[in-house]
Every structure is written in C-alpha cells, then in structure tokens.
Nanobody, 126 residues
C-alpha cells in the first residue's frame, strides 16, 4: 500500500484547507483509512477515520463539527476537509490505512495501522 498525502499549507485562523491522501497498491474496499496529526513536541494523535466500504466515520472530539473525512472510490483518495481552523490544529497531518472491514474504537490508536503516508504540514496562524 502506498499513501501520498497533500494539501497542507499556511492559513489564518478561521480558514480552511482540504487535505488529500491518494492510495494505491490495493483495492481498498476492505480498509479503514485514518488521519492523524503530530504537533511539535507532542505525540501523534487521532483525527478522523472512515470505513471505506460503508463510509462510516469517526472523529476526535477536538475536530468534530469542523473537519470532515470522505473517500472517493473511483480516485482511491481519502479527503480531510478542515474548516474553522485554529492555531492548535497546527501539525503534520498523516494518512494511514489498515486492512480491516469494520470499525472499532481501537482504530483511534496509530499502532493499529500498518501503512502510512509521508505527512503534510498544516500551519494555522493567529
């Protein structure tokens, strides 16, 4: 599995960015795709996840209502639409994939994912 994240950048507080994760190497119908982020000096944390087959989603409380995860099966791409960005959203954002067809809360842990993209930097200025 190869994952290529893109779409990061510098934005003012209150702004939006659309992150993309292009996936290849597999048929992803039996995968859960996740977005995680890591701020300087902090551990990597869960942001959102989507079950590819059903479209079911899960979000961290800190981003619920502001971020939206989605997937495009034709393009084999997962998106993270980030709105109402705050300075505390500043981090490197990573996409990840795990071959599993159902969701459980343990998929909020980065240790559950086998495949990772290279990360894309999101910087939110105040």
């Amino acid at each position: 599995v190869q994952l290529q994240a893109s779409g990061g950048g510098l934005v003012q507080a209150g702004g939006s960015l659309s992150l993309s994760c292009a996936a290849s190497g597999r048929t992803f119908s039996s995968y859960v795709m996740g977005w995680f982020r890591q701020a300087p000096g902090k551990e990597r944390e869960f942001v959102a996840a989507i079950v590819w087959s059903s479209g079911s989603t899960d979000y961290a409380d800190s981003v619920k209502g502001r971020f939206t995860i989605s997937r495009d099966s034709v393009k084999s791409t997962v998106y993270l639409q980030t709105n109402s960005l705050k300075p505390e959203d500043t981090a490197v954002y990573y996409c990840a994939a795990e071959r599993i067809s159902y969701y459980s809360r343990r998929l909020r842990s980065d240790s559950e994912y086998d495949s990772w993209g290279q990360g894309t930097q999101v910087t939110v200025s105040s």
